[in-house]
């Protein structure tokens, strides 16, 4: 069982910018494509945005060019970092690592938008 533990969640001005970090409990997380996805209220899941073993990154249009997705396998730990922040991005933030039928998910990081 692979545990992930997001942090990095805040608030934050319109305009400003925060990093989110996955920390994953098992080395074996390397192999693993992580992901980020977001919930607002009243709002189904959806994906941020993620990145394969290989680093190959993927990301939903209402991001590009704001979020980067990273990870750092030495620390079995992915980012994001969230640039020109909007209002429309306050949501509960959570990490997903996923390999083959394997489904891990964090418990969450809120961020809030707003000045």
């Known amino acids: 069982q692979v545990h992930l533990v997001e942090s990095g969640g805040g608030l934050v001005q319109p305009g400003g910018s925060l990093r989110l970090s996955c920390a994953a409990s098992e080395s074996i997380f390397r192999l693993y494509t992580m992901g980020w996805y977001r919930q607002a209220p009243g709002n189904e899941r959806e994906l941020v945005a993620t990145?394969?073993?290989?680093?190959?990154?993927n990301y939903a249009d209402s991001v590009k060019g704001r979020f980067t997705i990273s990870r750092d396998g030495a620390k079995n730990t992915a980012y994001l970092q969230m640039n020109s922040l909007k209002p429309e991005d306050t949501a509960v933030y959570y990490c997903?690592?996923?390999?083959?039928?394997?489904?891990?998910w964090g418990q969450g990081t809120q961020v809030t938008v707003s000045s």
């Open positions: 990145i394969t073993s290989g680093g190959r990154t």
């Open positions: 997903q690592g996923k390999l083959g039928s394997l489904n891990y």
